[in-house]
């Protein structure tokens, strides 16, 4: 099945650093990716829509310029947490839609999620 | 405004038992209802999905129920094991558009060996 890798996996910064998590999409191409972000046992929270070769579509009260995000090509979208502050440590997710799933997905494109970016910001 | 209601907020149950959780939504041209699994630190993992135009759907022990008047959708999991116990999200998704996903609020399920 469609794999979506993200990485790193965890990472610890200083305030005021900047901070890059990638995705990408292994085995498919996707010429639209999400990033969502999500605080403990809270629900995930759109944050963007990036889009391949285009400019990424940000929810409403999402800061562009703090969290900017670049879709060069159509299996990776990078997501740069610029000059971090200890309230953006958070859980950062991505997810890609791959091929059209008969079985579980009643036949829709699925959504594929990365394993997560754990920041925490000193 | 939360388009997508979940509850309960968490769920103990005996293992064999049967594991249900319940999601409304307000927005009557979502038309793609999925349910996500995700166990600690991990992104979550597609378990099953449904459209609006069956009112059920059956995946192993994994079942969703869907009620189309009443707007709302549920996942049963049958003989619920130790290894279901995770965060269920419910979603759903407008056809048009970006096509995002709008999550629940998620579902804390333990099952009780």
Same mark, same amino acid.
């Not at chain 1, 191409?29 to 972000?37: D, E, H, I, K, S």
């Not at chain 1, 809270?42 to 409403?60: F, H, P």
């Not at chain 2, 979940?6 to 149950?13: C, G, H, T």
């Given at each position: 099945?469609?794999?979506?890798?993200?990485?790193?996996?965890?990472?610890?910064?200083?305030?005021?650093?900047?901070?890059?998590?990638?995705?990408?999409?292994?085995?498919?191409?996707?010429?639209?990716?999400?990033?969502?972000?999500?605080?403990?046992?809270?629900?995930?929270?759109?944050?963007?829509?990036?889009?391949?070769?285009?400019?990424?579509?940000?929810?409403?009260?999402? /800061?562009?310029?703090? %969290?900017? !995000?670049?879709? &060069?090509?159509?299996?990776?979208?990078?997501?740069?947490?610029?000059? +971090?502050?200890? /309230?953006?440590?958070? %859980?950062? !997710?991505?997810? &890609?839609?791959?091929?059209?799933?008969?079985?579980?997905?009643?036949? +829709?494109?699925?959504?594929?999620?990365?394993?997560?970016?754990?920041?925490?910001?000193? | 405004?939360?388009?997508?209601?979940?509850?309960?907020?968490?769920?103990?149950?005996?293992?064999?038992?049967?594991?249900?959780?319940?999601?409304?939504?307000?927005?009557?041209?979502?038309?793609?209802?999925?349910?996500?699994?995700?166990?600690?630190?991990?992104?979550?993992?597609?378990?099953?999905?449904?459209?609006?135009?069956?009112?059920?759907?059956?995946?192993?022990?994994?079942?969703?129920?869907?009620?189309?008047?009443?707007?709302?959708?549920?996942?049963?999991?049958?003989?619920?094991?130790?290894?279901?116990?995770?965060?269920?999200?419910?979603?759903?998704?407008?056809?048009?558009?970006?096509?995002?996903?709008?999550?629940?609020?998620?579902?804390?399920?333990?099952?009780?060996?």
């Amino acid at each position: 099945g469609a794999v979506v890798s993200q990485h790193p996996s965890r990472v610890i910064c200083k305030s005021g650093t900047s901070v890059k998590i990638e995705c990408r999409s292994l085995d498919f191409q996707a010429t639209t990716m999400f990033w969502y972000r999500q605080f403990p046992k809270q629900s995930l929270m759109l944050m963007a829509t990036s889009n391949e070769g285009s400019k990424a579509t940000y929810e409403q009260g999402v /800061e562009k310029d703090k %969290f900017l !995000i670049n879709h &060069a090509s159509l299996t990776l979208s990078t997501l740069t947490v610029t000059s +971090a502050h200890p /309230e953006d440590s958070s %859980f950062y !997710i991505c997810s &890609a839609r791959g091929p059209r799933d008969r079985g579980p997905s009643s036949g +829709a494109n699925v959504l594929t999620f990365g394993a997560g970016s754990r920041l925490t910001v000193l | 405004q939360q388009q997508v209601k979940q509850s309960p907020q968490s769920l103990i149950v005996q293992k064999g038992g049967i594991s249900i959780i319940n999601c409304a939504y307000e927005n009557t041209a979502f038309d793609y209802f999925p349910w996500y699994q995700q166990f600690p630190g991990k992104g979550p993992a597609l378990l099953i999905a449904i459209r609006p135009d069956v009112s059920e759907k059956k995946e192993g022990r994994f079942t969703i129920s869907f009620n189309k008047s009443a707007k709302q959708f549920s996942l049963h999991i049958m003989d619920s094991q130790p290894g279901d116990s995770a965060t269920y999200f419910c979603a759903a998704r407008v056809n048009t558009g970006r096509r995002a996903l709008t999550f629940g609020s998620g579902t804390r399920l333990q099952v009780q060996p």
